[in-house]
Every structure is written in C-alpha cells, then in structure tokens.
C-alpha cells in the first residue's frame, strides 16, 4: 500500500514562509507525476502546484511566482517551498500522487495569521 507522509505546516505570520516535505513509499516515485492541493474550510480542494517526473510544473495564478514546487527523487520527496505567504493561503495541504489511481497524504495544516 503507498503511503505519502506530509510535514512542515503551521502557523507563520503574512509576509514568511514555509516548506512542506511529502515523502512517498514508493520505489516508482521517480516516474509518477506529484502534485500540492489544498482545502480551505467551507471550500473545494484545489491544485496549488503539480510537477511531472520529467520536471514540467503548474501553478495555480494564486501562488505564480510565491511558491515553489520541487522533488528529490533519492529521497521519494516533493517539497513546496511557500514564500510571501498571505492570510488566503491558509488551509490544509495534501499530497498527491498520481500513479495507477490517485494517492492522497493526510493533509498537513496551514495557518497564516498575525
């Protein structure tokens, strides 16, 4: 059974930042397409950012040019480095994975708050 474990959320103030880490169980994590959602309460999970295995990314216009998705294939990792972050931006953030269906971490917590 893959497993996709999400870390590094929290609460950070408007204007810092934040790295999410999701570490996959898959041997075949460097061929899989990863990707970033979010649900904010009351709201649709929504793409924030997925990355092919050959490096393509996309970004939702929200986060164009403040986030940052990246993977280290070594370590079965795709990260999100999360700058500039704003009140919006608050929410749960999962993992994905798209392999023979659709894999989802547990979700790991964004607060951005004063």
């Known amino acids: 059974q893959v497993q996709l474990v999400e870390s590094g959320g929290g609460l950070v103030q408007p204007g810092g930042s934040l790295r999410l880490s999701c570490v996959a169980s898959t041997n075949a994590f460097s061929i899989l397409p990863m990707g970033w959602y979010r649900q904010a309460p009351g709201k649709q999970r929504e793409l924030v950012a997925d990355?092919?295995?050959?490096?393509?990314?996309n970004y939702a216009d929200s986060v164009k040019g403040r986030f940052t998705i990246s993977r280290d294939n070594a370590k079965k990792t795709v990260y999100l480095q999360m700058n500039s972050l704003k009140p919006e931006d608050t929410a749960d953030y999962y993992c994905?994975?798209?392999?023979?269906?659709?894999?989802w971490g547990q979700g790991t917590q964004v607060t951005v708050s004063s």
């Open positions: 994905m994975m798209r392999g023979s269906r659709i894999y």
């Open positions: 990355l092919t295995s050959s490096g393509s990314t």
